[in-house]
């Protein structure tokens, strides 16, 4: 099960319904956080997200509003004692940025804070992957360098197809156990590859975040057959003006991606504090993409 | 009037009750800011108080549970267009850390941010001072170092005594009120001082401010007839030893600091999310200074 949690789905100014950008995918145990605007740390007590369980933080941008959180969280991770590694990705300036937080606040660190910073020349590629899942980015478009992730669940192998099975006369027991995660074995003086007892592999889920940013071909190819895309959307279609100048997307750009990259749903969120009709902003998306949602803090959407 | 608004009462760990320590004051149109801790931007949207209204910040010290909210609070007022500077006062370092949130962000300011640090040989004295009132500073003892401050309101001239000055016949117009400035006259030849026609001079009040120290005698100067102590007490009574060790008070501290310094009224802060038995702590104190209070956040006092 993937639980994507929205912890704050504002803009750049809080409000008391919206705080500052941050998701978390909750995935095996494990939370991945997605930005960390001032307040994520509370956000996360409210909704029940514990910080021990966050091994990987990724940071879209340097805008204030996408990471001012973070030395915060790491202080109380800190002084609740943990004690297992933690990695950040970032744009480069954060490493610096960190280091004079420890610094000058004299932080004794008691669990080792592996900080990544992803150069300007970056093209797009996988930033960390493990046995279940890796985290795949690439470059926006915005006022500053800016990066767009993709959660990418791993392909499993089908299901045990007892009809393919019986032909091979094989016995309850750690064999069938050896071909359902994949590997062959030989009974029988016989090779059996797992295609040949088990249903179609198990697609692995996605989902891709692409904030902050004007339409950008590279959120649609990184969006591509996405179960979930969740994309900016600070202007209503009519600011269309004011999003380009500022480097943002409006409604109809975030519907367009939905639609050109095949995703699947579309969830918009960094809401202006300006927009209080937020099904006006959703009709917008779903003359070009039907499946279209708004995001809110406390959402929480399964995969 | 002076109004206190107590934004954050917590200590270092945050929890739903209580938020990271800052302090407003209100005073004359203007807002004075005592610490900030992150989501100090958020309470003080919670509470009323208008960022735009702060012309001074200051920093007790350099541990981020009192001003991991500064960055955010200072972007905010950016986006807002705020054109009006503001000082900020803090100790060595904080400089460097505001240039690099700057830097790191490309945030191009529309007020002027003037950082002034005190630096740890500093033993005492006046850090600001217009017409109205002045906040003096001193060093407290803490692991880092640590500043405590007394926000003073000035002395004002007192009321106009019709009785002491029926013998000068002063017509009624500007002549009275240069008197009630505090100027001398002269009038048929003579002249008059303000003492000749006015009541006692109104004494200022004044809001001492100690956090976070363990028990110190300069944090007893410093308060010295103030008419409200603000005290920090992390540990309970029989913590002690703890409170020693981590260079913080207890509540018989904090008392004993509003008895000696012959402060008019204590409010213990700086609440540890250990303690759910308010009046357990408030009673410690009360057997040593009866006018002992609790802050929460939300708390105004009206001096």
Same mark, same amino acid.
């Given at each position: ?7 704050? %789905?504002?803009?750049? =100014? ?10 978390? #995918?909750?995935?095996?145990? *494990?939370? #991945?956080?997605?930005? !960390? ?14 910080p ?16 001012f ?15 297992? &590694? ?7 300036? #954060?490493?610096?940025?960190?280091? &004079? !937080?420890?610094?000058? %606040? ?22 960390? *992957? ?9 470059? /926006? ?21 007892? &009809?393919? +099975? ?8 750690? =064999?069938?156990?050896?071909l ?35 339409f ?6 990184l ?9 900016? +959307? ?8 004011? +999003? ?6 409006? %409604? ?32 917008? !998306?779903?003359?070009?993409? #039907?499946n279209?949602h708004?995001?809110?803090?406390? /959402?929480?959407?399964?995969?």
């Amino acid at each position: 099960m993937i639980e994507v949690v929205f912890l704050g %789905t504002g803009s750049a =100014l809080p409000t008391k319904e919206r705080m500052l950008p941050s998701i978390a #995918i909750n995935y095996n145990g *494990e939370t #991945i956080l997605f930005d !960390c605007g001032e307040g994520t740390q509370f956000q996360m007590s409210n909704f029940g997200i514990k910080p021990f369980k966050i091994k990987n933080i990724f940071i879209s941008h340097l805008h204030g509003d996408h990471f001012f959180g973070l030395p915060g969280l790491l202080s109380t991770m800190n002084l609740f004692k943990r004690t297992e &590694e933690i990695n950040i990705f970032g744009p480069e300036g #954060i490493k610096n940025f960190l280091l &004079e !937080c420890f610094k000058i %606040t004299n932080m004794t660190k008691r669990y080792d804070i592996n900080i990544i910073e992803i150069p300007d020349s970056f093209e797009g590629g996988i930033l960390f *992957e493990n046995e279940n899942y890796f985290i795949q980015s690439i470059p /926006l478009e915005h006022s500053i360098f800016d990066l767009g992730f993709r959660f990418q669940e791993k392909n499993k192998p089908g299901h045990y197809n007892l &009809e393919k +099975a019986k032909k091979f006369n094989l016995p309850i027991g750690p =064999l069938i156990g050896e071909l359902k995660k994949g590997n062959s074995v030989f009974y029988n003086n016989q090779k059996i590859n797992p295609e040949d007892v088990l249903d179609e592999p198990i697609k692995g889920k996605s989902i891709t975040i692409i904030t902050d940013t004007k339409f950008s071909e590279n959120a649609i190819k990184l969006a591509k057959d996405t179960d979930l895309l969740i994309h900016e +959307a600070t202007f209503e279609e009519s600011l269309i003006d004011k +999003a380009k100048e500022m480097n943002h997307s409006t %409604t109809i750009d975030a519907a367009q991606t939905a639609l050109l990259s095949n995703s699947q749903k579309l969830i918009i969120t960094h809401i202006s504090a300006r927009n209080e009709d937020l099904d006006k902003l959703v009709n917008e !998306c779903k003359k070009i993409f #039907i499946n279209s949602h708004y995001a809110y803090d406390s /959402l929480r959407i399964i995969l």
